[in-house]
């Protein structure tokens, strides 16, 4: 009797210290030292239950509390452990639908998609709202956002759940973003910042629907968003955000204030990811203007920044390209502005700036072997770059008429063919 007493206050224990936690963290929205501190309790007084006592009836409630606990520490392989060994020992358990449910959203945290949805399909109609959030973030994890905004368009509105809620509607502007439905994107977020969110949830809301403005090409509204953050001052995140106004500014022509705002960050740092960051924007800007080789200094510059980071990487690939680039423009051999073409086309992503190449290449080529290379490249450019349907068919058609015999036309009528046909088609009717 009186070890019966000890087991169940040890596991009486574990709950008081497990709700507390609960409640608080509903409340926060993150773990807080005081929160861990709980959650820590919780599995310490579940694992003496286990230990001391593993043939009580609370064995099954001490590990589903142990699997929350270790979720909510992120600690999501020992979480998955503990909700297996429960659905392994105890199939008959009260919490085994509770722990399958549980098991499927530690899965898709673990990147196992496939695993979660075997799981989930076991949870029967009880939590169908929790079954149904979960299978959409699988589908969000395989990147199939439209399946994911199917499964959410209608489970929305029925959404009482205001954690649920959250989430879907994350999940839905998320995906909308993804697929270039910017307007649904909007209207997603928009619904979420309505919601209780914690500082840290509404400033990457809010910096998001910055983002998607910005995407739309609504640079102003984009520029507002960003403005709008409380950020610390001088902090990595305020730097960054700084960038993105500087290219709202870019966006709307306003391009010396882009600069100043770029300059504001080089001039500050001496080394960090986002001077590296201001460093490849500013050399991109001055790029566009054909600066070349003050973009080429900034460039290497960039490129030779402390540390690893995305934009040092490319500002690597463009200060490679743009030197070859300077030396071959002092060069007027066909085979060097088709090099020169091939650079801007493929290396610096500048189709418009090829096109004027490629175009003064053919005119000036006549039946060279070169010309069929440079018509082939026109076409491309047409087709799927810089479109122009007319044009394209022309260049289509020259390259044919011209240089049948060239494994250029062999090529275009072996991979264009089928589109070229359905632009003629589409013309004549």
Same mark, same amino acid.
């Given at each position: 009797?009186?070890?019966? !007493?000890?087991?169940?206050?040890?596991?009486?224990?574990?709950?008081?210290?497990?709700?507390?936690?609960?409640?608080?963290?509903?409340?926060?929205?993150?773990?807080?030292?005081?929160?861990?501190?709980?959650?820590?309790?919780?599995?310490?007084? !579940?694992?003496?239950?286990?230990?001391?006592?593993?043939?009580?009836?609370?064995?099954?409630?001490?590990?589903?509390?142990?699997?929350?606990?270790?979720?909510?520490?992120?600690?999501?392989?020992?979480?998955?452990?503990?909700?297996?060994?429960? &659905?392994?020992?105890?199939?008959?358990?009260?919490?085994?639908?509770?722990?399958?449910?549980?098991?499927?959203?530690?899965?898709?945290?673990?990147?196992?998609?496939? #695993?979660?949805?075997?799981?989930?399909?076991?949870?029967?109609?009880?939590?169908?709202?929790?079954?149904?959030?979960?299978?959409?973030?699988?589908?969000?994890?395989?990147?199939?956002?439209?399946?994911?905004?199917?499964?959410?368009?209608?489970?929305?509105?029925?959404?009482?759940?205001?954690?649920?809620?959250?989430?879907?509607?994350?999940?839905?502007?998320?995906?909308? /973003?993804?697929?270039?439905?910017?307007?649904?994107?909007?209207? /997603?977020?928009?619904?979420?910042?309505? &919601?209780?969110?914690?500082?840290?949830?509404?400033?990457?809301?809010?910096?998001?629907?910055?983002?998607?403005?910005?995407?739309?090409?609504?640079?102003?509204?984009?520029?507002?968003?960003?403005?709008?953050?409380?950020?610390?001052?001088?902090?990595?995140?305020?730097?960054?955000?700084?960038?993105?106004?500087?290219?709202?500014?870019?966006?709307?022509?306003?391009?010396?204030?882009?600069?100043?705002?770029?300059?504001?960050?080089?001039?500050?740092?001496?080394?960090?990811?986002?001077?590296?960051?201001? &460093?490849?924007?500013?050399?991109?800007?001055?790029?566009?203007?054909? #600066?070349?080789?003050?973009?080429?200094?900034?460039?290497?510059?960039?490129?030779?920044?402390?540390?690893?980071?995305?934009?040092?990487?490319?500002?690597?690939?463009?200060?490679?390209?743009?030197?070859?680039?300077?030396?071959?423009?002092?060069?007027?051999?066909?085979?060097?502005?088709?090099?020169?073409?091939?650079?801007? &086309?493929?290396?610096?992503?500048?189709?418009?700036?090829?096109?004027?190449?490629?175009? #003064?290449?053919?005119?000036?080529?006549?039946?060279?072997?070169?010309?069929?290379?440079?018509?082939?490249?026109?076409?491309?450019?047409?087709?799927?770059?810089?479109?122009?349907?007319?044009?394209?068919?022309?260049?289509?058609?020259?390259?044919?008429?011209?240089?049948?015999?060239?494994?250029?036309?062999?090529?275009?009528?072996?991979?264009?063919?089928?589109?070229?046909?359905?632009?003629?088609?589409?013309?004549?009717?």
């Amino acid at each position: 009797m009186l070890n019966g !007493c000890v087991y169940f206050n040890t596991f009486y224990n574990a709950q008081v210290y497990f709700k507390k936690a609960e409640k608080e963290f509903e409340k926060n929205g993150r773990v807080t030292p005081a929160i861990r501190t709980s959650y820590q309790k919780t599995i310490e007084k !579940c694992a003496k239950v286990l230990e001391y006592h593993p043939n009580s009836r609370y064995v099954d409630d001490a590990l589903f509390l142990m699997g929350k606990s270790y979720y909510r520490l992120g600690e999501k392989d020992k979480s998955r452990r503990k909700y297996e060994e429960l &659905l392994e020992y105890f199939p008959k358990s009260p919490y085994r639908e509770k722990a399958l449910l549980e098991l499927g959203r530690v899965l898709l945290d673990l990147d196992q998609p496939d #695993s979660a949805k075997v799981v989930l399909s076991e949870v029967t109609g009880k939590y169908k709202e929790e079954v149904d959030l979960l299978i959409a973030r699988t589908y969000f994890v395989e990147e199939r956002y439209d399946d994911v905004l199917e499964v959410l368009e209608g489970y929305i509105p029925r959404l009482k759940n205001e954690s649920y809620k959250k989430e879907a509607l994350w999940l839905a502007a998320k995906s909308s /973003y993804n697929l270039k439905r910017y307007d649904e994107a909007v209207e /997603y977020l928009n619904q979420y910042l309505k &919601l209780f969110l914690n500082s840290d949830e509404e400033l990457e809301a809010r910096e998001f629907l910055g983002d998607v403005f910005f995407k739309k090409g609504e640079f102003e509204k984009a520029k507002k968003e960003y403005q709008a953050l409380n950020l610390s001052p001088n902090s990595a995140q305020a730097q960054e955000i700084q960038i993105k106004i500087a290219l709202c500014e870019k966006g709307m022509g306003e391009i010396e204030k882009a600069k100043g705002l770029l300059k504001e960050i080089i001039d500050k740092n001496q080394s960090s990811p986002q001077r590296t960051h201001a &460093l490849y924007e500013m050399a991109l800007i001055l790029e566009e203007e054909d #600066s070349l080789t003050d973009a080429v200094k900034l460039y290497e510059e960039a490129s030779k920044s402390f540390g690893e980071s995305e934009y040092k990487k490319k500002a690597l690939n463009r200060y490679q390209a743009l030197r070859q680039l300077v030396e071959i423009s002092s060069t007027d051999s066909l085979e060097a502005r088709i090099r020169l073409a091939e650079i801007y &086309l493929v290396e610096l992503h500048r189709p418009e700036e090829a096109l004027k190449i490629y175009k #003064s290449i053919v005119d000036s080529a006549g039946e060279s072997k070169i010309a069929p290379r440079a018509l082939y490249a026109l076409l491309y450019i047409r087709l799927f770059l810089v479109k122009d349907d007319e044009e394209a068919l022309n260049y289509y058609n020259l390259l044919k008429e011209k240089f049948g015999d060239s494994i250029y036309a062999k090529e275009a009528q072996l991979h264009f063919k089928d589109v070229l046909e359905n632009l003629k088609g589409r013309d004549k009717g």
